[in-house]
């Protein structure tokens, strides 16, 4: 079997013809491709006249040898996929997983295909309930300090543009994305160079995870929080966890604890460093979202093609590095909406979110500056966490201390001017917004790189810097700003402790957490072979 990259085939191209531009990539006959499949598709939208889908495919072919040896975008392929093999494992009391964010959720179904039936504690709702209290809360109602787009069934990512890429490549990474079309998710994030889900897929495809745990033994706490750990001579004991309905406390005896804790969970870091557990910082990132219309997105991308309709919403990328500090555009959000993200009270966080269709008026991206732990004053190990506070309380404050949003025109904030909001641009977050100068929020070095990098986007995506543009803030939660140390067998400095996840400081996004959840499994259960 033979892999064959950098197949262009015009974007207007219907699937059943892609094999007429691999036979002419292999300079053969189609009768010689015995079998072709679909590895990777990835648009390229450079040159608005000769938009295509470039294009990885594997095939069996006559003469592959020779092919390779003659064609140099041919090679050998592997066709291996990932297999999870533990099974029948015995542990002393089911393993706890707090969190069923991706890292947990995936670390859950893992162990319990191993046969552990894991216990899922998590702050938040089950999914339907929790879209429930976030759909209120953004249409004006109270916040849930324990049920928001932070916490609950999904972690953060369940209010997001669902987006499945990593920076790493792992074999790992296919079988998540399979797991997720087996639960329910489009079938195209299998070949998509970007896949994404969209929030209203992820919803499905978590509930329908969840049910699987369930059936293989495995059971979930929802409105529960983990309020402590039980550690004896640096050995897990067990946790102590309280209902966050009726306040019932109780403790459950574990002697494998993971915690997938998610980025947000202040609370718990300070309760794991005063138990003792070693941390230390890490750089994060701050900032705002931009939001454009998404006709213009696509006019910037397509040209004169934008109107086609068989091209996929439009998305971008940037970044640049003034004066050295790193700035870029994350989770861009195609066809989609700025989200209320807040999960304690008096504190404003934006997110993006779309969904799978990616058809909402506007299209959003954070743009964000590096923040460095040399930037946070003293030495406290979660400065940065504080430091993310305090923005977040002064957006509050500034937006009316009603969870509306600061909102400016981007031609107002290059011009350190509060203005007003009369745009072509509408803003999309919940429950609303009000005018404000973010450059009286965010602090000196945020405010003036990002308005630099402004500039240098605007030479790279021409246009980007549009006038009536609206930044809306702040963009606080798109990492942890401190990193809970733990060994290559994954296990803190607290034995039988396994932290994972973004909230733990190892990964970045959907994907990179799920598979973290997935190693932990693996180390889980070797860890226990042995014993």
Known sequence: MIKINNVKIPYKTKEESYINYVAKKLRCSISAIKELTLIRRSLDARKSNEICYVCTFSAITANENKLIKKIGDVSHFDNSKYEFAAKDISCENPPVIVGSGPAGIFCALMLARAGLNPIVVERGEDVDSRKISVNEFWNGGILNPNSNVQFGEGGAGTFSDGKLTCGVNDIRMDFVKQEFVNH????????????????????????????????????????????????????????????????????????????????????????????????????????????????????????????????????????????????????????????????????????????????????????LVSVTPEDINGDNVLGGMYFQRDLEQKAFAAGGSNYFAPCQKLSDFLAEKKGDLSSEVKASYKPGVSPVDMNSILPDFVSITMKKAFLEFDKKMKGFTLDDALLTGVETRSSSPVRIKRNENFQSNIKNVYPIGEGAGYAGGIMSSAVDGIKCAEKICQHLAIC
């Open 184 to 367: 329910g998710a489009p079938q195209d994030i299998l070949t998509n160079a970007k896949p994404h889900i969209g929030t209203d897929y992820l919803a499905k495809t978590i509930k329908a995870i969840r049910k699987e745990i369930i059936s293989l033994g495995g059971s979930f706490m929802f409105n529960h929080l983990m309020t402590d750990i039980d550690v004896s001579d640096s050995s897990l004991k067990g946790i102590f966890i309280k209902n966050t309905i009726d306040g019932n406390e109780l403790s459950i005896p574990c002697s494998v604890l993971v915690c997938a804790i998610g980025h947000s969970s202040r609370e718990t870091y300070e309760m794991m460093l005063k138990k003792g557990f070693e941390m230390e910082r890490k750089p994060f990132s701050v900032g705002v979202r931009i939001e454009h219309k998404r006709e213009y997105i696509n006019k910037l991308r397509y040209k004169e093609a934008f109107e086609d309709t068989s091209l996929p919403t439009a998305d971008y990328k940037l970044s640049c590095h003034p004066d050295g500090r790193g700035t870029y555009t994350f989770c861009m959000c195609p066809g989609g909406k700025v989200v209320a993200g807040a999960s304690e009270v008096g504190g404003v966080v934006t997110n993006g979110m779309s969904d799978f269709g990616r058809l909402d008026n506007n299209s959003n991206s954070a743009v």
